[in-house]
């Protein structure tokens, strides 16, 4: 039985790639961000659990989804640091491992035209800061011998996001509405433009990467935006209801971007794109 280490198991892209691999019969072994067994942030630590198991695979998909300065310290040490720890681990006690970083599209330069993996970095925040300087590592040891991917997600959900996310925010008010409650849904710009692909495609997209041995970056990501009044739409009309019923726009809101797309063809081509189309996930989300 081949073994899988997924860093970052209790988040939505854990969940579901660990369900992706249980069903081939993959031992995992799931580690949170905040699991007290293996900490992330401590080379020993991970050098141990590396040394013990030698899997065939590593994932490392924790992070704290921010952008907050607030969060610096915590993603340095979890995104950066942690990158390091498995990658160091990995060439000291099982260098056969392939190993998959996540990236986001955030950490590129936006000209608002779709992105590409050979597209410019941005330092924009400490999120970003943290994503670069992982894929710089990754890209080291790759020159050393190992077998290192880098995914770059774009914005995807499922209904296991929390709150805190948009499409999440706008599903469960949707759905608190048409239950009676009479709140205000309470949003900024709704002209951004953002893709809204189903987390259970983005995993099968990171499992078709790192079966392969020719291209070792790429997004994994649909290419396709859809605006948050889109989103709204969708949602509202799931309850037969109209969102400028419901909703209060935040004139004064500055987003972090007009627009936030991707140029998927690298990924596509090697035979992969989301299944679930954009009013299905928003079904999905409604749980319709």
């Given amino acids: 039985m081949k073994t899988a280490i997924i860093f970052g198991v209790n988040g939505q892209d854990g969940f579901y790639l660990s369900m ?12 949170a961000r905040t ?37 610096l310290f915590e993603n340095h040490a979890t995104i950066s640091t942690g990158t390091f720890n498995i990658l160091e681990a990995v060439k000291i006690y099982s260098p056969h491992t392939k190993v998959f970083i996540s990236g986001s599209g955030l950490q590129f330069v936006n000209t608002e035209k779709p992105i590409k993996e050979s597209d410019n970095f941005e330092a924009r925040d400490p999120y970003s800061v943290s994503r670069i300087q992982s894929v710089y590592a990754a890209r080291y040891y790759r020159k050393l011998g190992l ?18 996310h948009m499409a999440k925010k706008i599903s469960e008010a949707v759905l608190r509405i048409s239950n009676g409650s009479d709140e205000k849904l309470s949003i900024g710009d709704i002209s951004v433009i953002k893709e809204w692909t189903y987390a259970g495609d983005i995993v099968e997209g990171i499992w078709t990467l790192v079966l392969q041995d020719k291209i070792f970056e790429a997004n994994i990501s649909s290419g396709l935006g859809y605006s948050i009044e889109q989103w709204l739409n969708i949602c ?49 989300m409604m749980n319709q």
């Fill in 20 to 31: 992706l691999l249980q069903k081939i019969e993959f031992k995992v072994i799931g580690i």
């Fill in 147 to 164: 077998q290192v991917y880098v995914g770059y997600f774009f914005n995807h959900d499922s209904p296991r996001r929390t709150e805190r």
């Fill in 35 to 71: 699991d007290s067994n293996t900490d992330l942030k401590s080379f020993e630590s991970v050098g141990e659990l590396v040394r013990k198991t030698t899997p065939d695979y590593i994932f490392h998909l924790a992070a704290n989804s921010t952008t907050r300065h607030d969060a």
């Fill in 236 to 284: 509202f009309e799931c309850v037969g209801k109209k969102w400028p019923d419901h909703v209060i726009l935040k004139n004064d809101f500055n987003p972090e971007y007009k627009m936030l797309v991707s140029d998927p063809s690298i990924i596509h081509s090697l035979g992969w794109s989301p299944k679930v189309s954009f009013n299905e996930m928003a079904k999905m």
